[in-house]
């Protein structure tokens, strides 16, 4: 029998990041509910002399479309971890614009918003 192949690369789960595992987790469970997600980075680099910035500063850690088309944008937090502004602002547009941007702190966070 045919086994589906996992999006996420065989890698080894973070260990003492423990907001990093956290992604780890809730991406994997997305994919296996059929979810089309994968992980968000954005940050900056100093490339040469040059510091170059990638992603969309304030967006999910993980990001992607619902099983009903529409743009899906998962900020996860530790249990301490709070919302920088910038995240609060890029989460309430995507509400208002007819995506969902929610906060997760454990896999039971998405399951309670119905995903």
């Known amino acids: 029998m045919y086994k589906r192949r996992s999006p996420i690369p065989r890698m080894a789960a973070p260990k003492r990041q423990p907001e990093g595992m956290i992604v780890y987790e809730c991406l994997r469970w997305l994919l296996d509910q059929g979810y089309y997600v994968w992980r968000n980075a954005t940050g900056a680099c100093k490339i040469g002399r040059r510091w170059m910035r990638f992603g969309f500063k304030g967006s999910g850690d993980i990001i992607g479309l619902t099983k009903t088309g529409h743009f ?44």
């Not at 502004?85 to 918003?113: C, I, T, Y």
């Open 72 to 115: 899906l944008s998962v900020e996860v937090k530790s249990p301490k971890g709070r919302l920088r502004p910038e995240q609060a602002v890029f989460m309430a547009r995507v509400n208002r614009e007819g995506g969902k941007a929610l906060v997760a702190r454990s896999v039971a966070d998405l399951k309670e918003a119905g995903l």
